[in-house]
């Protein structure tokens, strides 16, 4: 995933040449006002796209040519899995040094749709970690990253509460079972979002068949027409 940030409040327009030193700084997050957020709360058909904060603390500033890579993670149930970097072209933050700069995507950082394929239902953390490119070299990365906390709800199906469709046992060992899904489609997606099983139309106590599953986290995903309730079970042999 590869998405272009624009600039929301920059600094002075200086061009650098040759080889710079810079210190890239993630501060945090900020929502549409430019406020800095710790958490962010998204409905089921909310995108995900919060400006991230960031300074360079210098010595030297970055140039035209050179390029700010932001790599994207997600950490979900205790384990940290990565969703793609996003680039900022030198020309938008050349010049600026000691001073906090924003940057928004031109386009969501991950749709709904996006969000429902991976699972990302319930609580979790969006971590960015800058890195520089092109002539740049930042000698600390030890503040370089930085987490928002998101909470997503999820959509009931038909009118059911999410509660009542049930996903046992957890953990499961060989067999995940799911409970009053009946005609809805169910999906079981590893950490990083590759889908290991689906059945189009499940029973009202639909068997998964998890004998060759690795140890780890899964997300176990129902859908019915456009309503998505996503569970999570762990696979311990």
């Excluded at 060989?174 to 590893?190: G, H, K, L, P, R």
């Amino acid at each position: 995933m590869k998405k272009l940030f624009t600039l929301l409040f920059c600094g002075f327009a200086f061009v650098a040449a040759n080889a710079q030193t810079c210190d890239y700084q993630l501060l945090g997050f900020a929502d549409a006002n430019q406020q800095m957020i710790t958490e962010l709360t998204l409905g089921p058909n909310d995108d995900l796209n919060p400006a991230v904060v960031f300074t360079n603390a210098g010595p030297d500033l970055p140039g035209a040519n050179d390029t700010v890579w932001l790599d994207l993670s997600v950490i979900m149930g205790g384990q940290e899995a990565p969703a793609g970097s996003s680039y900022v072209p030198g020309s938008a933050v050349a010049g600026w040094a000691n001073q906090q700069v924003a940057l928004s995507g031109e386009q969501a950082l991950l749709t709904a749709a996006e969000m429902n394929e991976y699972g990302l239902i319930g609580t979790l953390q969006i971590c960015y970690t800058v890195r520089a490119g092109g002539n740049v070299t930042d000698p600390d990365a030890s503040n370089n990253k930085a987490c928002l906390t998101v909470k997503r709800g999820g959509v009931g199906i038909d009118g059911f509460n999410a509660e009542e469709i049930n996903v046992y046992p957890n953990p499961a060992t060989s067999v995940i079972n799911v409970a009053n899904a009946e005609n809805a489609q169910v999906s079981v997606f590893d950490i990083n979002g590759k889908l290991m099983v689906s059945v189009e139309s499940a029973s009202a106590n639909q068997t998964i068949d998890a004998s060759n599953f690795a140890n780890g986290l899964y997300f176990v995903r129902i859908t019915d027409g456009n309503n998505v309730v996503t569970k999570k079970v762990n696979v311990v042999k």
